[in-house]
């Protein structure tokens, strides 16, 4: 397993795009921490990097590679390798590079300007974003054959968990508005990864508006350690729960 | 050695592969033959677990292959046509093979000599033609020396000089009491090497014959002319 | 002249006449009941350190209680502490505790029963029902006291210092926590509240009602249960207090109810969830204050009019303005806002577009507190950019035509 492991990291690495990507996140972290004038907005322009475009990157990257990967799993695949090492191999790959270049890009800036809880909580998100995007990428190729719809596939994933979603919760919210949602909030914000990230970070971000009622009630929960404890293990879930999944689809796969 | 019981196959409402069961036997060198889409290559895949069958099993050396994947470094597989990672160059490939096989044996590079592969080993895949594609595949599939080999159509795109030295070089492991799955157009290459004959058509098993006994039924030396006789028959 | 001579002749002889009397373990009075007996009007009465448990002391002649070496009085859970009756009173550097709690009787650690320039001065009270008690006073000074209540619910703990119908009060340099309010005004006039620390308090560190024409300076308002609350009053004045972490859904760091022609300026407002609050409010003027890091900065209700704001910095508030109407009486002009986006092509350090400051998806959370778990998602970030380009609920008059470039205050 190590030895497939390792020629995926070493074409991963090779990868322009994986350089480009680092590059980029680099960029805007370094010049969000020079511009902004307050380290609380910087905090907001990196979180929104971490919300919206290290899912939309990871997603689109991992479902292209896994595609351009064809070739080598099958030709893996004859050999007296396990399917669900292969598979695997690749999510890990995956997994590593996108979680190291995210680390890079926006960890080493953030931990430079921002060393606090909440700029520790960020990267934790971030870093657990970029798999959790890369897992959710492997179960849209894996039942999708055709590249094309499986990229597809992808970016509508991304949208729905970023805007998707949460246009669905704010209606249904202005239906229930009369009736005591508030716990049940929690375990809906679970079903989405990015929501939960969110979540997470502002609470330590916007601790003051969350002390209202509402607030507390959030912050009641996803403010003990049990409650973050159940948000990590949630969005570790989301890691298991995709590749699991999509274990399961390959190694019944035909090619 | 391999034995395929029942064997059922579906793609979508498609059926490829209909209740086959075959037999394949050490130092038997087989022809699977049939036209377009009769499922030869869907049963190549499934004995090397690229394709799982709705029903039926597939034995090797007596174990049921469906969770087994050592088996596979028994058998040596050529491809009908042979996908590599395009950024990787020939001595890559090759070299990542040895690597991930980890072979314990000794190295069988005849092939690779013969068709004078290492003067290319730093050519990215994607820049090869079709025949160096195929002469790279099928250097793969002998290098580990397996007891089993696998051709789905080798000589596919192959110029005459490599076809040649492919072919004797198929011989010469069908000598050494390989068991050989060849799958071919051109039955006229075929009938230097092969012992048994299996014959498919649209995903069903039409016969599983010796060649002797087919040479006798028929009158015809020749299998091209032996196999258009039977189809005439029918 | 020589009635002159007479007054300063008599004014002397009292003067030497006055007494300072003992009290101690060695001393010669073992009692303070004691001393309280034999004592005359300007003497003083010195408590050495030790424990006293004597109940009630009624102080009813204008003497002065000062203790050395920090003596106890304990009113052992049963006993208002010391009664102070007359005028010209000091009680200086005496440790008080455990005065009787009840729900029926305002037993305090010291209380003043109608009286003027009382002196109440660096006494430690602790864990008392009301720590200072004023009733009637006039011209009283209760300076750097020490009050600390541990109790838990705001029945069983009463008012650090609390006054009553007072007037011309100085409350300066207290430290008070742990009680139900920190400081509490109910028709007091004229008076001061300087430096003092009000925090941790169960209800208000400030609890201020129909007291008009007070001023507050420098106070800190830290971490109590529902921040400040000025209600029912006018000219007050409030400058360079500062409010912090005041949290909870009730919670604000100035709570304004029915208050007019009042100034508010150069106070900090720091992590609190509500900033400021106002309702029914009248001309007040709220100039160069800081408010950084809030929930809401400023929650203001259509009820209030000439609400005059400016000059003031708003900085890392997850909302700067919230409001419960349309209708907008009051002006904004000349304020710090950090989210301003607009940009000044004249260099006047003012921006050429106005700023408003309430955002649409703070409306939605007045209506759906719930709504909160959906901030900062990119969702209501889109809707509060269209609706800041297209504005539609939220009110059209609520802006900052000026707003400044650079912050004015910090």
């Known amino acids: 397993m190590y030895k497939i492991f390792k020629y995926v990291i070493r074409d991963i690495l090779r990868n322009r795009i994986m350089l480009a990507y680092t590059a980029l996140l680099l960029l805007a972290s370094g010049s ?3 511009l902004e004038d307050t380290s609380a907005k910087a905090i907001l322009s990196v979180l929104n990097i971490v919300l919206l475009i290290v899912p939309l990157v990871s997603i689109v990257f991992a479902t292209i590679y896994v595609y351009n990967s ?15 090492k292969i598979w695997l191999s690749i999510f890990y790959g995956l997994s590593l590079s996108l979680g190291l270049a995210f680390l890079v890009g926006i960890g080493i800036p953030v931990l430079l300007f921002e060393r606090s809880l909440t700029g520790l909580l960020l990267v934790a998100c971030g870093a657990l974003l970029s798999v959790i995007f890369a897992a959710i990428a ?3 190729v894996v039942f999708t054959r055709d590249k094309a719809k499986g990229i597809g596939t992808a970016v509508l994933m991304w949208l729905y968990f970023t805007i998707l979603f949460d246009g669905l919760v704010l209606f249904g919210l202005f239906q229930l508005s009369d009736y005591p949602i508030e716990k049940a909030m929690i375990v809906v914000s679970s079903l989405n990864p990015i929501d939960l990230s969110r979540i997470l970070i502002l609470l330590k971000l916007d601790i003051s508006a969350l002390m209202g009622y509402t607030g507390a009630i959030f912050q009641d929960f996803f403010g003990t350690a049990t409650g973050m404890t159940l948000s990590f293990v949630a969005l570790m879930l989301w890691i298991l729960i995709p590749v699991g999944i999509s274990l399961h689809k390959f190694s019944k796969k035909d090619l | 050695m391999i034995i395929a019981t029942n064997v059922h196959k579906q793609f979508g409402k498609l059926q490829v592969l209909k209740n086959i069961s075959v037999t394949c036997n050490k130092g038997e060198c087989i022809a699977l033959i049939g036209p377009n889409g009769s499922g030869k290559t869907t049963l190549i895949k499934s004995i090397l677990g690229m394709v799982i069958p709705d029903s039926g099993f597939i034995t090797f050396n007596g174990k049921n292959i469906l969770h087994d994947w050592n088996y596979r470094s028994y058998i040596g597989y050529m491809p009908q046509i042979g996908r590599y990672p395009d950024n990787m160059s020939i001595g890559q490939v090759i070299n990542m093979m040895k690597d991930i096989r980890n072979h314990e044996g000794s190295l069988d590079e005849e092939l690779i000599q013969a068709f004078d592969l290492e003067k290319l080993y730093d050519k990215k895949m994607r820049t090869l033609s079709g025949g160096t594609r195929q002469k790279v595949s099928a250097c793969l599939a002998f290098l580990f020396n397996p007891d089993v080999l696998i051709l789905d159509e ?8 490599a076809t040649e030295v492919l072919k004797e070089k198929i ?16 039955l006229s290459e075929l009938d230097e ?42 | 002249m020589r009635y002159l001579l007479m007054i300063l002749i008599i004014f002397s002889a009292t003067q030497l006449q006055a007494k300072s009397l003992h009290v101690g373990k060695q001393e010669a009075y073992k009692t303070i009941h004691q001393a309280l007996q034999v004592v005359a009007d300007s003497d003083s009465i010195l408590i050495h350190a030790g424990l006293y448990q004597e109940g009630n002391l009624i102080i009813d002649k204008s003497i002065s209680l000062i203790g050395i070496d920090n003596p106890i009085l304990d009113g052992q859970y049963k006993y208002e502490v010391i009664s102070i009756k007359a005028n010209y009173v000091t009680v200086e550097g005496i440790t008080i505790q455990h005065s009787g709690v009840s729900s029926i009787i ?18 430690i009270i602790e864990d008392a029902f009301f720590g200072i008690y004023v009733q009637y006073g006039t011209k009283c000074i209760i300076r750097n006291n020490h009050l600390r209540a541990h109790k838990k619910t705001e029945q069983e703990s009463g008012n650090g210092i609390h006054c009553w119908k007072s007037d011309s009060l100085q409350i300066t340099g207290n430290q008070i926590q742990g009680h139900r309010d920190g400081i509490y005004f109910e028709f007091v006039t004229n008076s001061i509240i300087w430096r003092n620390i009000s925090s941790k308090n169960l209800r208000y560190g400030l609890h201020f009602m129909f007291s008009n024409h007070d001023t507050y300076v420098t106070n800190v308002f830290e971490n109590n249960g529902a921040g400040v609350a000025v209600m029912f009053s006018n000219h007050v004045h409030m400058y360079n207090n500062y409010f912090r972490e005041n949290w909870g859904d009730a919670s604000y760091g100035i709570l304004l109810k029915e208050i007019s022609d009042s100034e508010i300026e150069g106070n900090r407002f720091e992590q609190n969830t509500s900033g400021i609050y106002i309702e029914g409010a009248s001309r007040i003027q709220m100039n160069r204050n800081l408010f950084k890091g809030n929930g ?3 929650k203001i209700q259509a009820s209030c009019m000439e609400i005059q704001l400016h000059n003031n910095d708003f900085i890392g508030n997850t909302f700067d303005v919230g409001t419960n109407g349309s209708l907008v009486l009051n002006n904004f002009n000349n304020n710090y806002w950090d989210k301003y986006e607009g940009y000044d092509l004249n260099k006047d350090r003012q921006g050429d577009v106005p700023y408003r400051p309430v955002s649409m998806y703070a409306g939605i959370i007045e209506k759906i507190p719930v709504a909160m778990i959906l901030f900062r998602s990119l969702i209501t970030t889109l809707m509060d950019k269209s609706e800041k380009l297209i504005p539609s609920i939220t009110p059209e008059q609520l802006k900052d035509d000026h707003p400044h470039i650079k912050p004015v205050v910090s």
């Open chain 1, 32 to 34: 969000i921490f020079s």
């Open chain 3, 106 to 123: 305002d037993y305090a650690g010291i209380k003043l029963y109608e009286c003027n320039n009382v002196r109440i001065e660096k006494n």
């Open chain 2, 193 to 234: 090497m092969i012992t048994q004959v299996i014959f498919m058509q649209e995903g069903q098993l039409v016969f599983h014959k010796n060649m002797i006994d087919l040479q006798q039924e028929t009158g015809e030396q020749r299998l091209s002319k032996a196999i258009a006789q039977i189809m005439l028959k029918r």
């Open chain 3, 296 to 298: 809401w900065a400023l």
């Open chain 2, 171 to 186: 011989i010469a492991e069908k000598e050494k009491g390989k068991v050989i799955l060849i799958t071919s157009h051109i």
């Open chain 1, 138 to 140: 492997m179960l849209a």
């Open chain 1, 70 to 84: 064809n070739e080598f799993i099958e030709l893996l695949l004859s050999q007296p390798i396990q399917r669900k």
């Open chain 2, 154 to 161: 080798p000589t596919a795109g192959l110029d005459p000089v």
